[in-house]
């Protein structure tokens, strides 16, 4: 019941970054057999012109990424990881338009994420799974 409000409150926040009105067939329901099939097979879940909803697991850390127009919204379902946000992207490469990966970051801000955490980052900041132990399992939001 809870990952079904955080992931609807987390729709909202999309709903809000938008500038048209929405409509009630805008209306975007996900059934908990989707949600719970993505756990174990990620994916998008749902996508509008100004957001993406999807499901992410992750087993070991990733690239550094930073994009120019898109707000990020993580919410962890379980699992750790380390997350590095800020600082300076390394080994910066254009991967297409408004979006930069890296080898990882110099300086920024370490962040110890855990099951139940959410954390909002905003477009044009520099992001990573520096480190993940075991697994992480996550919502994504991505609002532009």
């Not at 409509?23 to 509008?48: C, F, N, Q, W």
């Not at 297409?96 to 801000?109: A, C, F």
């Not at 900041?125 to 480190?131: C, I, N, Q, R, S």
């Amino acid at each position: 019941m809870l990952r079904s409000a955080v992931l609807f409150g987390l729709l909202g926040f999309c709903a809000l970054a938008s500038t048209a009105p929405a409509r009630a067939d805008d209306v975007v329901y996900i059934g908990k057999e989707k949600v719970a099939a993505a756990m174990t097979h990620p994916g998008v879940l749902s996508s509008g012109s100004d957001y993406i909803v999807s499901m992410s697991r992750r087993d070991k850390g990733g690239q550094s990424e930073v994009h120019a127009d898109e707000t990020d919204v993580f919410y962890v379902l379980d699992g750790s990881a380390t997350f590095v946000t800020g600082g300076t992207i390394t080994d910066p490469q254009t991967t297409e338009p408004g979006q930069i990966r890296g080898s990882g970051i110099s300086g920024g801000q370490t962040h110890k994420l855990s099951k139940g955490d959410v954390i909002v980052i905003p477009k044009g900041t520099p992001h990573w799974f520096k480190e993940v132990p075991k697994v992480v399992v996550y919502y994504v939001v991505k609002a532009k």
